[in-house]
């Protein structure tokens, strides 16, 4: 799990100009051995996949000549921002359905990660890839246009796979759901593509404006050119269309 998180941490989505990038749900497997084995194990897990991450990014301290500078990187870029996903599966016990449990976890441990390269970037990065002068704005603005995009991919797995298949057992074993018609099967895949289409178009509307194109500079001051009006139109619809969707199929199922 520690090599397939190492693997999808590598397929990029999207990669921003100064570091940090949307991937393919690359700590879904972090979240996964910690629903499954504990917070404990999750932990020490997730410390692992930490340093991997570090070591794969070696080429971020070449920035940095004090020791200061390179302990807070190090922990607040890698160690700690990775290591509280070990801390996804902490609720398992409160929480008894298994995929609201990861759902939480998965959305908290992103939060926390947030706040760790918001820190990092308001600080250690200030006047290197972010402005010294309003740092800790531009901070939040800069890390969120990727870890908002990386938070709701990760949820949106880890709701599935956590539907799917039951961790408690000591072999994962596939969840029975209701048998659905063929009709009302392809109602719910209408409405999550529907879903998944409507973020696409949203990041394409928003992310376009972000960066230059010739330099890869990124600008935070693009949001003020973003079609704001043309997102909110797409997200509205393409949220409408989803509900209908998923309501015509549930009606149709009796549940």
């Known amino acids: ?41 999750g932990v020490g897990a997730a410390l692992v996949s930490s340093l991997i991450q570090m070591l794969m990014g070696l080429n971020n301290f070449s920035y940095f000549t004090s020791w200061v500078s390179i302990v807070v990187l ?44 918001v820190i990092s970037g308001a600080t250690v990065w200030a006047g290197l890839s972010i402005p010294t002068e309003a740092a800790l704005i531009y901070s939040l603005s800069y890390n969120a246009t990727y870890m908002v995009p990386e938070t709701v991919i990760l949820v949106l797995t880890a709701a599935y796979i956590g539907s799917a298949l039951d961790f408690s057992k000591s072999v994962p074993t596939r969840i029975k759901s209701e048998k659905l018609d063929t009709v009302s099967s392809y109602l719910y895949i209408g409405a999550g593509l529907v ?24 600008m935070i001051m693009g949001l003020a050119d973003v079609n704001w009006l043309a997102v909110l139109i797409v997200t509205c619809a393409c949220a409408l269309v989803s509900l209908v969707l998923a309501l015509l199929a549930r009606r149709r199922t009796g549940n």
């Open 1 to 41: 799990m520690i090599a397939l998180s190492a693997v999808l941490s590598i397929v990029k989505l999207f990669e921003m100009p100064h570091g940090g990038s949307i991937t393919l749900a690359s700590m879904l497997p972090m979240v996964i051995i910690a629903q499954r084995h504990g917070a404990k194990v």
């Open 74 to 117: 190090a922990l607040l870029d890698y160690v700690v921002a990775f290591a509280v996903f070990g801390l996804a599966g902490s609720l398992r016990t409160v929480i008894k359905r298994q995929n609201v449990s990861m759902v939480v976890g998965a959305a908290l441990a992103s939060v926390a990660r947030y706040i760790c390269h």
């Open 195 to 218: 879903a998944l289409g409507g973020l696409i178009a949203d990041t394409v509307l928003v992310f376009s404006k972000l960066q230059n194109y010739n330099s890869g500079e990124f």
